[in-house]
């Protein structure tokens, strides 16, 4: 039995240290395959010494005039090629240059209901993008050219917001039998100019949806998310809070967060199992050693 034990742990303890060897090993290959790159670049320069030899060939073939005239234009493109292969390592380090992220301004928009309790609570950064056959673009809302209204009842609320290109509405629902808040449609209405020249005329509406789900009594939030609103349009909602109904001391609730925006919290939990078998591992190979020595002396 003991022997058996031994055995086991010895065979572990063995995969551990070369395992351990592997990665090691692993790591130096990467690191003595980096510079590799760099060792090549020097050979175009060694080339570019080379360029002397046509010069000294020039004089031998006298009588045919031809040859070296066509002798002298190789060197050149042969001196042209190194040049060409220098730019690349240049253009590998450099990052591709990401796209400018469009100035999404984040607004503040609020209805009161005939009280003048605040029924509808939302922070966002809204953009309507267009990708048809003809426009490819994005309107951005300004907050300070916009104005909220709306209306509340106890089962619905609605939200206007009217800017100078249009408007965009949503309406909440508050279900009591699936005790959630959503907003159920969405319409807009857009007349603007992509590119220059005349201006067109957008708009659409998106019914019967459950989008921004929370509980009654908290908000909705999310970074990023998109509402398709058919024909090409899009809306692009970014970094907002939404809430709708039993909104308290003119605050958001506790938060839900949109899937996209959840913690995962896998990589975490599988690095930590990792360590703990790696531990486990280390002890046990430990203890083996411990007992074979106590062994080892009392064989003595
Ligand atoms: C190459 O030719 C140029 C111009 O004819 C001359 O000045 C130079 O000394 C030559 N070099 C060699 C190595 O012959
Ligand atoms: C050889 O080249 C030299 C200098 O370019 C020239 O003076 C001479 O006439 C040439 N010889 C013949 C045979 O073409
Ligand atoms: C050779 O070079 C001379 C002068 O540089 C030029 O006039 C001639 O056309 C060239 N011949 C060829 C075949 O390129
Ligand atoms: C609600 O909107 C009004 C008008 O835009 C604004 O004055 C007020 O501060 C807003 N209230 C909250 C809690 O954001
Ligand atoms: C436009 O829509 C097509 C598919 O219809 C998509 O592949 C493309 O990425 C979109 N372009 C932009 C700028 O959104
Ligand atoms: C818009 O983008 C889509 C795909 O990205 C492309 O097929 C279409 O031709 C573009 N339209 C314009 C006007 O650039
Ligand atoms: C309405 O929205 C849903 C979900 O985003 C989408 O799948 C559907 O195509 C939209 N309908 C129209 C008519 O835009």
Do not use: W
Not at 12 to 36: C, R, W
Not at 74 to 86: G, I, Q, V
Not at 213 to 218: D, E, N, Q, R, T
């Amino acid at each position: 039995m003991r022997n058996g034990l031994i055995l086991i742990a010895a065979v572990i303890a063995a995969t551990a240290l070369t395992s351990g060897e592997y990665s090691s090993d692993f790591m130096v290959k990467l690191s003595t395959t980096t510079p590799q790159p760099n060792t090549t670049t020097p050979h175009p320069n060694t080339t570019t010494t080379t360029t002397p030899h046509p010069n000294t060939t020039t004089p031998h073939p006298n009588t045919t005039t031809h040859s070296p005239n066509t002798t002298t234009h190789s060197p050149n493109t042969t001196t042209l090629h190194p040049n060409t292969t220098t730019p690349h390592p240049n253009t590998t380090t450099a990052p591709p240059a990401p796209t400018p992220p469009t100035n999404m301004t984040k607004g503040r928009y609020n209805v009161t209901d005939k009280d003048g309790n605040i029924c509808i609570l939302a922070d966002l950064g809204i953009g309507i993008r267009v990708n048809t056959s003809e426009v490819n673009g994005t309107f951005i809302v300004q907050p300070r050219k916009t104005t909220s209204s709306g209306q509340c009842s106890e089962k619905t609320a609605d939200i206007t917001l009217i800017f100078d290109e249009g408007s965009l509405a949503l309406k909440f629902k508050n279900d009591e039998t699936k005790q959630k808040v959503y907003v159920e449609f969405v319409e807009f209405d857009l007349t603007y100019a992509f590119k220059s020249g005349a201006s067109e005329n957008y708009g659409g509406k998106n019914e019967s949806l459950e989008l921004f789900s929370a509980a009654p009594g908290h908000s909705y939030s999310c970074s990023a998310e998109s509402v398709y609103m058919g024909n090409g349009v899009s809306l692009d909602l970014t970094n907002y809070r939404l809430q709708a109904f039993n909104i308290k001391n003119k605050a958001f609730g506790t938060t839900d967060l949109c899937k996209a925006d959840k913690p995962d919290y896998r990589v975490p939990i599988a690095v930590g199992i990792i360590l703990i078998i790696l531990i486990v591992i280390v002890v046990i190979a430990y203890l083996i050693s411990r007992k074979r020595r106590s062994n080892g002396y009392q064989s003595l």
